[in-house]
């Protein structure tokens, strides 16, 4: 068994270990990584598309 430190407490953790048992800081896990990079892009279409329905209504005025 591997121990690694905790990057929050320093505590001493198993390699296996889904969070720190000391602070509960959650690790990577192997089987459902996390993505931090990259995304839907809903949040620009979303703008994109509020624009666009308010300039198609404040024609109509």
């Known amino acids: 068994m ?4 905790c990057p929050e407490c320093r ?6 270990a889904d ?10 896990s ?3 990584p996390v ?6 892009g809903l949040s620009f ?3 994109v ?3 666009i329905v308010a300039v198609i209504i404040l024609s109509f005025l």
């Open 49 to 51: 598309g509020a624009i």
């Open 30 to 32: 192997k089987l459902n």
């Open 45 to 47: 279409w979303g703008v």
């Open 2 to 5: 591997a121990l690694r430190p």
């Open 35 to 40: 993505v931090t990079e990259g995304g839907s």
């Open 19 to 28: 969070s720190c048992p000391n602070c509960g800081f959650p690790f990577e």
């Open 11 to 16: 505590h001493t953790v198993s390699t296996k």
